[in-house]
């Protein structure tokens, strides 16, 4: 059997010599082309060495991540509260290092817990800056935020405490730009019910309503569908738009680490908790969805665990830290524990005998008393918290109106973007800007909202709509003319152009309450007159071309006017029939038309109609009036007729009327035009109000402060300068002797007394000659007008009366002085006296 089955090695070595003797004719055909192709491969060699040589010119090098530098602080610039750590601070770090190793060992699943970072030296009070730090460096991470914020709520009263937990990517980044902004929330509106009014006994019922109900029912099941129908689709557009926008999956959602705010109700008359966002100073209800979950939060006085299910966000938690099966705590605690029952207390109830008696209870009652003393004593042990080793916080007033680092912040929301200045930082006010886009990426620019403080002007707030190109200006009160409101196209700012201006009735005297004008109209309304004008409309014509150089806008080149329309209200008390309701001046017709009131019995109102004569804008003419110029309706016709003298009465005072509503209207041109020369002034250099009391920012009384400063100095230099030595001209006879004797001192007393006696009497002589010298000339002019007084005119003995008057009061004046003189003259001798006494160079010798 072997030797008949070939082997396997055989019948491969009979295919391969088959094979051979096949291929042995064709392998002279294929060795011109095993050539060709060696040379080829020399050829793509040689390029493929050109391409590796250019390939290697091309390096790539891995990027390198960047660490930011540790800022650090010299620990010179703190007190030694910030380096070194009290004994009792010590024990505290103690106490919180045994509560981790427990809570680490209890819950291996949670996350280590936030409980002794280091300080800016490095001292345990990863990293945790104090407050004062972080008011001077003005940034800092959300821990460091909160602590910040619930400090300053600590020490206001609140009972405040830091959050230490998870938050969603746009709370942890502080992403508002899927938010909308708060300036642009609009206030919901309380709609208020309908109240049906009572149908008293005796009151008019109203008529059947003789619609059918069918069709009104019809009607309103219409009018329902198509506002369901309007809402679903409103409502689809949302959500269809709210999907577009829908943030990217956080990849570490509920895995990022932030710190927020948490103040609870009972202190400063806060109803409920709420929790405060530090990033933004926003507040939020305690079921904020977008904080995922609390770890733990602290207050200056303890430390609480929360050990309660947090799958759910924050919704549902309870906020009571004497709860210790929700809050674990640390340290004792003032807030009242929650009293677990435990299985002792089940035993006592179980030791109660069938019969009702409570033997068990008694043999339990030592044990209990024992139990009491020992909770006394743990209350009793209860640990004091160490006092704060920071600095106090210290706000300074600049830093307080500054709010932000230099003054400016940039804030993204939803299709718009808020900028906020400080106060009195930007030159024209400005305080904040609010730009509205119309696409997300914020490029496609709609609206622009200003607003400003502390402008002289009165500037409040400005408005430009870029899409209809109106800019519209909102002022406060106290503002020269009364300006209001101000709306006007940016492309034509100047007169004569649409516009519209609101003003403070109450603040003007004719009432203005708007005006709004077009190119060939201009339309008032008012508000509270006297003579009961409530509207003023105006028609312009195009002005006339004339030869040579344009003249601008005013008095000299007027707009002709065709039509002035006034309307007023009710007079009660005159007749419907002669009070005026409408009066209306064709200028271009030469007509006049008055309308009267309806009567209250009637449903159609007088009307008359009057021709101007051809000359009745003649200074001084005499006018011509005939029948045929006036014509009249009377709804009443039974009612007596004008005569012709009280329709021409009427004529002229209607003439006069119409150049008065003229010269208004001109006035009102030149209003308009004035507003805006104030408003390009302002615009172009607008300055700021700044209180008296603000001495930092005050320039005017900065200067005068300096004036009033420099004015004291010079005035205390020139009362040094004055100051003369009274002993000078004594000593200067005494030859200037260093050191006086005692007969010198002597003299120098009696000199000094004595030279003052004499003046003192010359004084006194000279006014006593004054007196007499008076009196003299007096007696003369009395002596002559005895003499004269016959032969004296009116005017003489007027000068003469005159005189004797003058006269006697120098002569009252003089004797008061004189008297006075005497009165005085002893207390100066003896203050000099006195002074001489206590002068150090005389004082040991008296």
Known sequence: MTAKMPSEEGKQNDASSEQNENDGGETSDLLGEDEDDEKQEEELSENAEALKEELAKIVVHPPTQEQLPKEIFDPAEFPDSYKENLPKE??????????????????????????NPVNECGVEPRRLLSPTTILKRQKGNCFEYSTL????????????????GYATREVCLADESREICPLLKTKEEKMEEERKKEMKKYTVKPPKDLRSKFILKQEARAKSEKESEIAKRRQEEEEKQAELEKPPPDPLHGLRIHSWVLVLPGKREVPEGFFIEPFTGLSHPLDYESYLGIESIWSHANYWVNMQDCSEGVKGMNYDLGDCTQWEFMFNTDKPLLQIPEAEDDIIEGLEDEDGSNKGLRLMTEDTIFSEMDIQEELEKQMDMPPTWVEPIRLSRKDFEMRCPQGKKVKLYKRAKLEKFAHYLMRDGLICKLSVYEDRELTALIMVREYYAHREDKLQTK????????????????????????????SNPGPENERTMHFFDEARVDGLVSRIETPTEMTEHYKDREDFLYYKHVEFGKRPKKFGPQEGFGSNNPRPILKMVQKFHRNRSKLANEDIAELVFMCSEDKIQITYHTEDKRIASSTREYIKPHNWDEKGATLTFSGDMHQTFQVDPTSQQNKQVELYQMLLELLKAEDKCREQVRESEMEVVEILKDRTR?????????????????EKAKKHRRELERRQLEEKMRKQEMEVDYLA???????????????????????????????????????????EKETQELQKKQAWYQQNQVSMQKNDEEEYLNYCSEAMFRIHILELRLNRHKENAPHKYMMLEQTLRQDPRLAEFF
């Open 729 to 771: 001209p004594f000593l200067a006879q005494l030859g200037e002797p260093e050191k006086l004797t005692r007969q010198q001192a002597y003299q120098l007393r009696e000199d000094c007394l004595g030279d003052l006696k004499q003046r003192l009497i010359d004084k006194a002589n000279l006014i006593q000659a004054r007196f």
């Open 149 to 164: 914020l619930c400090s300053l709520l600590a020490g206001a009263g609140y009972d405040a405490y830091v959050v230490s």
């Open 90 to 115: 010590n024990l505290v770090l103690q106490y919180s290092e045994n509560f981790r190793r427990q809570y680490v060992h209890l819950y291996r699943d949670r996350k280590p817990l936030f409980l």
């Open 682 to 698: 302002e615009e172009s250099a607008s300055e700021l109000d700044i209180s008296v009391y603000d001495t930092e920012r005050n």
């Open 463 to 490: 408005v430009y709509n870029h899409r209809t190109g109106i800019v519209v200006e909102y002022f406060n009160e106290g503002r020269m003319r009364c300006l209001k409101e101000h709306q006007f196209k940016a």
